[in-house]
């Protein structure tokens, strides 16, 4: 059985950081491209971040380019998701996911992905 397990999320006033964890467990976690999709309150769940399998490549949405930095340690079966400067519009759940494949993209469709995190809470206050 699948999972990923989101961690790290919190309280941070605007400016601070935080880092995201996502551990999996239940796939072949180096074969799998992994990103990040987020969900305001009120707000349409959108794409953060992703990375492809071997950590060369990744990509980023415009709202978060120079802030963010998603990264993932295959031996350890886990990725992250390194915040700074937060804002206020940051303010989100935060939803790790995985799919097969080497592809990743900025145009990632939530639905389109094959495993999805129960989300982590983050709160930037300011």
């Known amino acids: 059985q699948v999972q990923l397990v989101e961690s790290g999320g919190g309280l941070v006033q605007a400016g601070g950081s935080l880092r995201l964890s996502c551990e999996a467990s239940?796939?072949?976690?180096?074969?799998?491209?992994m990103g990040w999709f987020r969900q305001a309150p009120g707000k349409e769940r959108e794409f953060v971040a992703a990375?492809?399998?071997?950590?060369?490549?990744?990509v980023y949405a415009d709202s978060v380019l120079g802030r963010f930095t998603i990264s993932r340690d295959n031996p350890k079966n886990t990725m992250y998701l390194q915040m700074n400067s937060l804002k206020d519009e940051d303010t989100a759940v935060y939803y790790c996911?995985?799919?097969?494949?080497?592809?990743?993209?900025?145009?990632?469709?939530?639905?389109?992905?094959?495993?999805w995190g129960k989300g982590t809470l983050v709160t930037v206050s300011s």
């Open positions: 996911v995985a799919t097969p494949g080497s592809e990743i993209s900025t145009a990632w469709s939530w639905d389109g992905m094959a495993y």
């Open positions: 239940g796939l072949s976690f180096r074969f799998d491209a």
């Open positions: 990375i492809n399998w071997s950590g060369t490549s990744t």
